[in-house]
């Protein structure tokens, strides 16, 4: 559980964020403030266009704001270049998409490991975390199967065992239920608070399905480029 006394692992303030479309410019985000304590998970509820999924990539550092700080602990993320976000994103947080991006030449096991790897851990060390995480996900039987072996929601387990790998102290989800039925979607959201409450990670997940939201311990509501409600 957050203590609601200790400083917040990630805050987001007076944050804007435009985007050119032909000659038009869309204000996506305008002027949003949140924060998000150690060990919280939130869910950042809107309908299609309301900014959930905007907000999110600023919060990963996988774009830029336009205006508005965004801190990461002691990091102020608006501030870094990008080859130490992407180092960051790489030592200290996962990501979970809605479209997987498993690697298609790989099998589960390769998959989940690759984080791992590219941050020059042990080939030892890989396999022990990658097989303990497939097997938390329910998918022991299913390591050495590539993606298009696996069904939509066995893909979207392996890439939560993925994100998880490096130990991250932050986990962002966008929209991981979204390619799956209503009955799998609820098995991943069960998923992501068990493992949540396991591994310790703070989890902030965008989702427009109000089922989705529920389950995470706080929803901020998003409605066109505004936060409306928490």
């Given at each position: 559980?957050?203590?609601?006394?200790?400083?917040?692992?990630?805050?987001?303030?007076?944050?804007?964020?435009?985007?050119?479309?032909?000659?038009?410019?869309?204000?996506?985000?305008?002027?949003?403030?949140?924060?998000?304590?150690?060990?919280?998970?939130?869910?950042?509820?809107?309908?299609?266009?309301?900014?959930?999924?905007?907000?999110?990539?600023?919060?990963?550092?996988?774009?830029?704001?336009?205006?508005?700080?965004?801190?990461?602990?002691?990091?102020e993320l608006t501030k870094m270049s990008g080859g130490s976000l992407s180092s960051l994103r790489g030592q200290r947080m996962g990501f979970?998409?809605?479209?997987?991006?498993?690697?298609?030449?790989?099998?589960?096991?390769?998959?989940?490991?690759?984080?791992?790897?590219?941050?020059?851990?042990?080939?030892?060390?890989?396999?022990?975390?990658?097989?303990?995480?497939?097997?938390?996900?329910?998918?022991?039987?299913?390591?050495?199967?590539?993606?298009?072996?696996?069904?939509?929601?066995?893909?979207?387990?392996?890439?939560?065992?993925?994100?998880?790998?490096?130990?991250?102290?932050?986990?962002?989800?966008?929209?991981?239920?979204?390619?799956?039925?209503?009955?799998?979607?609820?098995?991943?959201?069960?998923?992501?608070?068990?493992?949540?409450?396991?591994?310790?990670?703070?989890?902030?997940?965008?989702?427009?399905?109000?089922?989705?939201?529920?389950?995470?311990?706080?929803?901020?509501?998003?409605?066109?480029?505004?936060?409306?409600?928490e």
């Amino acid at each position: 559980m957050s203590n609601p006394n200790e400083k917040p692992l990630l805050t987001a303030a007076e944050v804007r964020k435009n985007y050119q479309i032909g000659k038009r410019q869309i204000e996506v985000l305008k002027g949003v403030s949140l924060n998000v304590r150690r060990g919280e998970f939130v869910a950042l509820q809107g309908a299609s266009g309301a900014g959930k999924s905007t907000l999110l990539h600023l919060l990963g550092g996988l774009d830029k704001a336009d205006a508005g700080r965004i801190h990461f602990e002691e990091l102020e993320l608006t501030k870094m270049s990008g080859g130490s976000l992407s180092s960051l994103r790489g030592q200290r947080m996962g990501f979970i998409f809605q479209s997987y991006h498993l690697l298609p030449e790989l099998d589960a096991l390769e998959n989940v490991c690759a984080p791992a790897r590219l941050q020059g851990r042990p080939v030892d060390w890989c396999q022990d975390r990658g097989t303990a995480l497939l097997n938390r996900v329910g998918l022991n039987h299913r390591l050495d199967h590539r993606p298009p072996e696996l069904s939509g929601g066995e893909q979207q387990r392996v890439a939560i065992a993925r994100a998880l790998m490096n130990h991250p102290i932050l986990l962002l989800a966008d929209e991981p239920t979204g390619n799956l039925d209503s009955n799998t979607g609820v098995e991943i959201m069960d998923l992501l608070r068990e493992l949540q409450k396991e591994e310790g990670t703070t989890m902030v997940i965008a989702t427009h399905d109000e089922r989705v939201a529920e389950r995470a311990e706080r929803v901020v509501r998003l409605v066109d480029g505004q936060i409306v409600a928490e």
